[in-house]
């Protein structure tokens, strides 16, 4: 009865192996300097750490978001755009997340960001 129980449960034991971590560097420089330097790690699905490590104006503005687009019967691309947080980290600070869902967006600059737009154009 345990070989069974064991063979059951493998597949759930090799699912959590496939998580990779990741990380998300934005850098702008302007004129050969750092004006926008932040880093951005998943370290386990949903749990995210917001890190600023340089900003010209002092802060790293973070928007986080989720968007749904399909188009309608024009082929016209429809978004609905939901937002997740909107924070400021001061140079040097960092911010855990938990929780966040799977294929949520995020934007850093360094003036408030408006989502989805950033999303597609650098914000240093």
Do not use: W
């Not at 911010?95 to 408030?112: E, I, M, Q």
């Amino acid at each position: 009865m345990r070989p069974t129980l064991f063979i059951a449960s493998l597949p759930l034991i090799l699912a959590g192996c496939n998580y990779a971590p990741s990380t998300s560097i934005t850098t702008t420089t302007v004129n050969g300097a750092d004006v926008l330097d932040s880093a951005i790690h998943e370290s386990t699905p949903g749990e995210t750490r917001f890190t600023c490590n340089e900003s010209a104006t002092g802060n790293c503005y973070y928007a986080l978001f989720t968007s749904d687009c399909h188009s309608d019967a024009k082929d016209t691309s429809i978004c609905t755009t939901h937002r997740l947080a909107d924070f400021a980290l001061a140079r040097g600070e960092s911010k855990s997340l938990n929780g966040l869902p799977s294929g949520y967006k995020h934007c850093v600059a360094r003036t408030k960001p408006v989502p989805p737009q950033c999303a597609e154009a650098p914000q240093g």
